[in-house]
Structures are given as structure tokens and as C-alpha cells.
């Protein structure tokens, strides 16, 4: 089952929200569910690198654990992945090991993107599974709310002097 461009931007929706959640916590708004053939959420992910102090925090590993112990496999066959920023290297990685079928993000990451900005680790020659990459969801939307808390955070740290 394929997820329809509105249901893309229902989820993108959700997931921004989860996203601001992350922010609220001190965390970089980003947030991942994993949905399986069926279109079910089987794990859901927000950033929870400072909170668990913790470099595999990124939301999209935190989706994934979960997802893994509901499935009771690390393979993905089938399934979709929707994360409101482009995958960095390392979970672009551990999304082409684990088998995704599919990943669709909001926001392009020009600086750390690995599926398509930076690097492309779905289509690289030494990639042993491919995976379909639809990147732009509500890209405009994710890309201020990103660029909305990096702002703020400098405000801050201007005001604190460190």
C-alpha cells in the first residue's frame, strides 16, 4: 500500500507537530514515524540526543527501534519512513541496511543530507538495497521550523554570552 500525497502531508503535519515537542524539550525539531505495508504507524520518533545524552538519538533511529521490537524483525521490507529532515549519513545508512521500502522527508539537509543533498547512499554503487526517496513534503514548512529554532538558540546563547 502506497501512501497517497495527501496522506504524505497529513503525516508531515503530525510529525512537525511532534517535531515542535522536540524543540520544546532543547532538542532540533525533527521527528519520524515508521509506517509498515499496511500503512500503520509502528514507531514514532522525535530527536532525544541532549535529553538521553545520547549520539544515536536521532528520530529516525528511535522510530526504527521501535518499529523493530512491534515487528520483531530489523527488516523493513515494505515499509515507509517519513522524517520531517533529510537522513544524515548515518541514518540514511541504517535505513538502507535495515531494508526500508521507502523514505519521504520534508526538508532538504544541503549541509548533512544523505539521500540526495550531499550524498545519495539509497542509489550508491555499494548500496546491496535501493529504496525509493521522495524528498519535498512540506518542505518550506519544515525548513522554517528548523531554521525558526537555530535563530532562536543563538539569540539565546548571544544573551547568555557563551
Known sequence: MGLTPEQEVLWMRRLMREADRAAGAGEVPVAAVVLDAAGRCIGWGRNQRERERDPFGHAELVALKQAAKVLGDWRFNGC???????PCPMCAGTLVQARMNRVV??????????LGSCLDLANHVTA??????????????????L??????????????GS
Do not use: C, I, N, Y
Not at 80 to 86: A, F, K, M
Not at 105 to 114: L, M, Q
Open 80 to 86: 515507509t519512513l517519513l522524517v520531517t529532515l533529510e
Open 105 to 114: 522527508f520534508g526538508a532538504d539537509d544541503p549541509k548533512r543530507g544523505a
Open 128 to 145: 546491496h538495497h535501493r529504496m525509493a526517496v521522495k524528498g519535498g513534503v512540506l518542505a518550506a514548512e519544515a525548513r522554517e521550523q
Open 147 to 160: 531554521q525558526q529554532w537555530f535563530r532562536r538558540r543563538r539569540q539565546e546563547r548571544g544573551r547568555s
